[in-house]
């Protein structure tokens, strides 16, 4: 680092110290981002405060499948599920104006490979679809023991949508503050008055936890988050289109993305804080992956990692004020935190401005937990 370049960087960080903001925001994943953005375009003073970089844990890792409607879906969560699906156009749209970055957003739909019902599913379009049917849509599929339907479902990349939203922050004046590990909420009288770091404290009026999988470990309240590891593989056909549709089947799913991507997943494993892919692991992906698709043989492997999902004891995300004035909290989006965002932006902000939200959120209250 230059001399210069020292001095303007210790002279923002000092700037950024003697300011107070109304909201500062804990982490920087998809939703600390989204909710950032909402209320900034509702007119607060924001400041995102970020351990490492913005948008590279969780909201990283995923595979962006925006499944609205699943069997393991918690009823509690339905509603909230369904509304946020129906906002991901605008949502992206919105971001990528504002960014200039694409997120590519399709919406092709999802062959879903599954002897469950699925009469209450609204994105189902018909009953199984016949061979001759699921050759038409997917040619390069192989045919499998489960009968399969078409659902209209939309798929996102997380990577694009986290990148277009720090930008569409940084855009509307949403300041951001990297490498900042936030260890304490600042408590006055017990309200809220800022944030304590490893560096330093910032003042504000409101702090949302947003840390994902890490969010129990900021005093004074331990959420009882825990990371749920998931490991990925992408792959690349040289076959550009090889398939249009998310692929769900039982041993993996397959995700397409506009420039020929292909990604496999996931696991969910109870191993810790600990991001490491395991070469059995990533093998067993990538045989699931020709299985379905024998092509794929041909592909080439571009990338595998591990991500890990914020979990919550019941599986429900925990939204809402917390047992401190000032203090809020938006974590445990577990496996759809990324279709979750526009929705938990809406009703966060809605609550943290002392409006009734739009949804009950009683079901997701910290103080379930005790
Ligand atoms: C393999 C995999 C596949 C997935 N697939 C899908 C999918 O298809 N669809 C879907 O909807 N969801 C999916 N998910 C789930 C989704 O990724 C998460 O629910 C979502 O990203 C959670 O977002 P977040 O912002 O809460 O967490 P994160 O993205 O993890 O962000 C939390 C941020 O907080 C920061 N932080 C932590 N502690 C501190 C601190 N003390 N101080 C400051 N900053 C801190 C972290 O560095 C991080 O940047 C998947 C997840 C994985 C791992």
């Not at 925006?66 to 009823?75: F, I, M």
């Given at each position: 680092?230059s001399i210069?370049?020292?001095?303007?960087?210790?002279?923002?960080?000092?700037?950024?110290?003697?300011?107070?903001w109304?909201?500062?925001?804990?982490?920087?994943?998809?939703?600390?981002?989204s909710?950032?953005?909402e209320?900034?375009k509702?007119?607060a003073s924001?400041?995102?405060v970020?351990?490492?970089?913005?948008?590279r844990?969780?909201?990283?890792?995923?595979?962006?499948?925006l499944v609205?409607y699943?069997?393991?879906?918690h009823?509690?969560?339905?509603?909230?599920?369904?509304?946020?699906?129906?906002?991901?156009?605008?949502f992206?749209r919105?971001?990528q104006?504002?960014?200039?970055i694409?997120?590519d957003?399709?919406?092709?739909g999802?062959?879903?490979?599954?002897?469950?019902?699925?009469e209450?599913?609204?994105?189902?379009?018909?009953?199984?679809?016949?061979?001759?049917?699921?050759?038409?849509?997917?040619p390069?599929l192989?045919?499998?023991?489960?009968?399969?339907?078409?659902?209209?479902?939309?798929s996102v990349?997380?990577?694009?949508?986290t990148?277009?939203?720090?930008?569409a922050?940084k855009?509307i004046?949403?300041?951001?503050?990297?490498g900042?590990?936030?260890?304490?909420?600042?408590?006055a009288?017990?309200?809220?008055?800022g944030?304590?770091?490893?560096?330093?404290t910032?003042?504000?009026?409101k702090?949302v936890?947003?840390?994902g999988?890490?969010?129990g470990?900021?005093?004074?309240?331990?959420?009882?988050?825990?990371?749920?590891?998931?490991?990925?593989?992408c792959?690349?056909s040289?076959t550009?289109?090889l398939l249009?549709?998310?692929?769900?089947?039982?041993?993996?799913?397959?995700?397409p993305?506009s420039?020929?991507?292909i990604?496999?997943g996931?696991t969910?494993?109870?191993?810790?804080?600990?991001?490491r892919?395991d070469?059995?692991t990533?093998?067993?992906?990538y045989s699931?992956?020709?299985?379905?698709?024998?092509?794929l043989?041909?592909?080439?492997?571009?990338?595998d990692w591990a991500?890990l999902r914020?979990?919550t004891?019941?599986g429900?995300?925990i939204?809402?004020?917390?047992?401190?004035?000032?203090?809020?909290?938006?974590?445990g989006?577990?496996?759809?935190?990324?279709?979750l965002?526009?929705?938990?932006?809406?009703?966060?902000?809605?609550?943290?401005?002392?409006?009734?939200?739009?949804y009950?959120?009683e079901?997701?209250s910290?103080?379930?937990?005790?």
């Amino acid at each position: 680092m230059s001399i210069r370049s020292g001095v303007r960087q210790a002279r923002s960080f000092t700037m950024l110290r003697m300011k107070s903001w109304e909201v500062i925001v804990i982490g920087g994943g998809i939703i600390g981002l989204s909710l950032a953005i909402e209320l900034r375009k509702n007119g607060a003073s924001l400041l995102v405060v970020e351990r490492g970089e913005p948008g590279r844990e969780a909201s990283h890792a995923a595979g962006g499948m925006l499944v609205d409607y699943a069997e393991e879906t918690h009823p509690a969560l339905q509603p909230l599920a369904t509304a946020s699906a129906l906002m991901y156009p605008e949502f992206v749209r919105q971001l990528q104006v504002d960014s200039r970055i694409n997120a590519d957003l399709r919406d092709q739909g999802t062959i879903l490979f599954s002897s469950a019902g699925h009469e209450n599913n609204s994105g189902l379009s018909s009953g199984p679809l016949t061979a001759v049917q699921l050759a038409e849509l997917e040619p390069a599929l192989t045919t499998i023991d489960h009968p399969a339907f078409y659902l209209r479902e939309r798929s996102v990349d997380p990577r694009g949508l986290t990148a277009a939203a720090l930008g569409a922050a940084k855009h509307i004046g949403v300041d951001v503050s990297s490498g900042e590990e936030v260890t304490a909420v600042a408590l006055a009288d017990g309200r809220v008055c800022g944030v304590v770091t490893k560096k330093t404290t910032f003042h504000c009026d409101k702090v949302v936890n947003c840390a994902g999988a890490w969010s129990g470990q900021i005093a004074p309240h331990a959420f009882p988050t825990r990371p749920v590891k998931g490991q990925m593989l992408c792959l690349i056909s040289p076959t550009h289109g090889l398939l249009k549709h998310v692929i769900r089947a039982p041993e993996v799913y397959l995700i397409p993305r506009s420039d020929g991507r292909i990604l496999a997943g996931a696991t969910v494993e109870e191993a810790g804080f600990d991001k490491r892919t395991d070469v059995a692991t990533i093998k067993r992906l990538y045989s699931a992956a020709i299985a379905l698709v024998p092509q794929l043989r041909n592909a080439k492997i571009l990338e595998d990692w591990a991500g890990l999902r914020p979990g919550t004891p019941d599986g429900l995300p925990i939204l809402g004020a917390t047992g401190s004035p000032g203090y809020f909290v938006a974590t445990g989006h577990f496996r759809d935190g990324i279709l979750l965002a526009p929705i938990t932006a809406r009703v966060m902000a809605q609550v943290i401005a002392g409006k009734q939200p739009d949804y009950d959120l009683e079901a997701f209250s910290a103080a379930r937990f005790g």
